[in-house]
């Protein structure tokens, strides 16, 4: 053979190697006489070549070998050399990418319609300008299937219409404008109160702190003049009661949040701010009018008719009014408060005094 291994079998003399496997060696045999070759034969090794317990042969048992085709495959495909491919795995046939990714985009559309069908439902049950609004989110998604970006944006648009279906201040932000409650202000009791307005002036916490636009009526820091801290005074208990119970109904009552209201020392004369206090409704301090407010003409306060009518103190040049804060003035009988013309009042006046404006504040919640 080729190799020079192996140069007869038996009678048989091998001409040449027409092929080689993991285990076997086959050869084109040819007679000692040099007559034509019979057949093709095949050498198993089992233990390692030259030795008599390493080799068999024997005719094919698939078909003989014409004489002179050297190399002829015997039948049935069968291979001297090599292994038949897995016939399980030839056959297989992957699915293809585009197969799988348009599966993909089908499933997620289904969800994303699913998710939208809540949020319509639920938002249905809302005011009606809110409803149409997600429902025109719906239709964003639907028109958007295909597209995982336009399905994702009409999914979000349709849960922040439903969050704010559930609560309409969720996504305030500091300076903004609203209208929350309703107080008499026009002064025309025949027509019931007016919508409060109210500035947003700072968003933490999941809460919006908010003062109102105006001051909406005319009060003494205390009916009697005696000294007295923010905890003790009857402004405090006004406003907690009567004017939240007026102002206010049910549902806009549990959107206010019960704020800790922390009662500093005033800063200039030291006076005691007394105990701090929970409260829905309150005034702002000295240091929350300073910190919230640009300049002093941002801080001026224009009054309402209503409290002009009850003889809130108007100053003529300007049409603004002096308002109280919380925070103690240069002694326990004066409360601080701001100017008509917006600068802070740290001495304050006589808590007594019925001329001052109240502008009430709060913190609204911002979770749905």
Same mark, same amino acid.
């Given at each position: 053979m080729t190799d020079g291994s192996i140069k007869t079998i038996g009678r048989y003399e091998i001409e040449r190697e027409i092929g080689r496997g993991g285990m076997a060696v086959a050869g084109r045999p040819a007679k000692p006489s040099g007559t034509t070759t019979t057949g093709e034969i095949r050498t198993e090794l089992r233990s390692g070549p030259g030795t008599d317990s390493s080799i068999r042969f024997g005719r094919t048992d698939l078909q003989k070998v014409r004489a002179g085709v050297a190399g002829a495959e015997p039948a049935g495909g069968e291979r001297s050399a090599g292994k038949a491919p897995d016939a399980a795995a030839a056959g297989a046939s992957a699915i293809p990418p585009e197969r799988k990714k348009r #599966?993909?985009?089908?499933?997620?559309?289904?969800?994303?319609? %699913?998710?939208?069908?809540?949020?319509?439902?639920?938002a249905a049950t809302q005011r009606a300008g809110t409803a149409v609004g997600t429902a025109e989110a719906a239709k964003t998604i639907e028109a958007g299937l295909g597209e995982p970006q336009t399905v994702l944006a009409g999914l979000r648009a349709a849960s922040t219409e439903t969050a704010e279906?559930?609560?309409?201040? &969720? !996504?305030? /932000?500091?300076?903004?404008?609203?209208? =929350?409650?309703?107080?008499?202000?026009?002064?025309?009791?025949?027509?019931?109160?007016?919508?409060?307005?109210?500035? &947003?002036?700072?968003?933490?916490?999941? @809460?919006?702190?908010?003062? @109102?636009?105006?001051?909406? $009526?005319?009060?003494?820091?205390?009916?009697?003049?005696?000294?007295?801290?923010?905890?003790?005074?009857?402004?405090?208990?006004?406003?907690?009661?009567? %004017?939240?119970?007026t102002a206010f109904n049910e549902e806009e009552k549990g959107r206010i949040a019960l704020t800790e209201v922390e009662n500093a020392d005033n800063p200039e004369y030291g006076t005691e701010g007394g105990e701090d206090t929970e409260d829905r409704i309150f005034l702002l301090?000295?240091?929350?009018?300073? *910190?919230? %407010?640009? $300049? $002093?003409? $941002?801080? *001026?306060? =224009?009054?309402?008719?209503?409290?002009?009518?009850? !003889? &809130?103190?108007?100053?003529? /040049?300007?049409?603004? &009014?002096? #308002?109280?804060?919380?925070?103690?003035?240069?002694?326990?009988?004066?409360?601080?408060?701001?100017?008509?013309?917006?600068?802070?009042?740290? *001495?304050? =006046?006589?808590?007594?005094?019925?001329?001052?404006?109240?502008?009430?504040?709060? *913190?609204?919640?911002?979770?749905?």
């Open positions: #599966w993909g985009y089908a499933i997620f559309a289904a969800l994303a319609i %699913f998710a939208a069908a809540i949020g319509i439902r639920m279906a559930r609560n309409p201040y &969720v !996504n305030l /932000k500091t300076g903004d404008r609203i209208t =929350f409650g309703s107080y008499e202000q026009d002064n025309k009791l025949s027509n019931g109160p007016e919508p409060i307005e109210w500035r &947003v002036l700072e968003v933490s916490d999941g @809460s919006a702190l908010a003062v @109102s636009e105006y001051a909406l $009526d005319a009060r003494a820091y205390n009916e009697d003049y005696e000294s007295v801290t923010w905890a003790e005074c009857t402004l405090r208990e006004w406003l907690n009661g009567e %004017f939240y119970d301090s000295l240091g929350e009018a300073e *910190r919230y %407010f640009e $300049d $002093d003409e $941002d801080r *001026r306060a =224009f009054p309402t008719e209503y409290a002009i009518a009850r !003889n &809130v103190w108007v100053r003529e /040049k300007t049409g603004t &009014v002096w #308002w109280w804060l919380r925070s103690p003035g240069y002694n326990g009988f004066g409360a601080a408060g701001v100017a008509s013309g917006g600068s802070l009042d740290f *001495r304050g =006046f006589n808590v007594g005094y019925y001329g001052y404006a109240v502008r009430p504040a709060l *913190r609204l919640k911002m979770t749905p």
